[in-house]
């Protein structure tokens, strides 16, 4: 089996002074896809290089403490891909490829942190410019023969079981019907499967992996599920088993771990 976490961490520094070596040492993933690393490639040398005995790929933002993704692995990859091939996006970190190739599967895993919309209009269409971009490179991944799996903080909510408050966040970032529709699009004509839903169809409450800081978001879990494994259908049909993790708060978010009948 084959264990895949993703988790947003909102700071790596921040982080792992909340117990997140100590969880990965006892959790023992195999490989762990992060976001908002907020962090450089000096902060990151001679302290998080690696975790729990996992090598770490980075793909740093450009701006300081902001963004960033890596993919901790235990495993040697054949290639390491930084960024998606758009100026605008890979300035900000957000897009990490691990190839694990052999003669008989092209393999990748991809950690992506895809953009709020949530702080103005601004951002917001930035963010439609992302998935404008994103979509053709993920076909074409596809298009080539490449099976992968894509974890990340995707910062949508897909369908109204994806959160908790969802008829008062129709007009918010995040539930937007354009949002929403990409990711249909991403599932129908993309052809791609999001492995969560495809294992716990009807889960509603215990879905939710991110929670506002504001108020008791919490305590009440009044949650969204921004976090996702999205994977083309080969990889998907290996998936047998999924936990979100709450037993302690590592940040804002919780990591989400999908087993996989496969081994590297």
């Known amino acids: 089996m084959f264990k895949l976490t993703s988790l947003n961490l909102n700071g790596i520094r921040s982080a792992t002074t909340k117990g997140l070596e100590k ?52 495993h040697e990859p054949s290639e390491v891909v930084i960024g998606f091939g758009s100026p605008e996006f890979d300035a900000e970190g957000r897009f990490t490829e691990l190839r694990f190739d052999t003669p008989r599967r092209k393999l990748s895993i991809l950690s992506v942190y895809f953009p709020s919309g949530s702080s ?90 991110w929670w506002s800081n504001r108020g008791q978001a919490y305590a009440n879990n009044v949650g969204w599920r921004l976090d996702y494994h999205l994977a083309t259908p080969a990889m998907a049909a290996l998936a047998r088993s999924e936990a979100i993790y709450k037993g302690e708060k590592f940040s804002d978010h919780a990591p989400i771990t999908i087993g996989y009948d496969f081994t590297l």
């Not at 129908?188 to 409450?205: F, I, K, S």
């Open 23 to 74: 969880w990965l040492t006892t959790h023992a993933p195999d490989c762990i896809c992060v976001q908002e690393v907020k962090a450089q490639a000096a902060d990151v040398s001679g302290r998080f290089e690696e975790l729990a005995g996992l090598k770490g790929h980075f793909h740093f933002a450009q701006k300081k403490g902001y963004s960033g993704t890596a993919v901790y692995t235990r």
């Open 120 to 209: 103005g209009p601004e951002r917001q269409e930035a963010k439609y410019r992302f998935l404008d971009a994103f979509f053709p490179h993920l076909q074409a991944l596809k298009d080539g023969g490449r099976e992968f799996i894509l974890c990340g903080d995707v910062n949508i909510a897909h369908q109204e079981k994806d959160l908790k408050n969802w008829r008062s966040n129709q007009k918010n970032s995040g539930f937007l019907p354009e949002e929403r529709a990409w990711m249909t699009r991403l599932l129908d004509e993309g052809g791609m499967v999001d492995v969560y839903r495809r294992l716990q169809p009807d889960t509603t409450d215990a879905c939710y992996t």
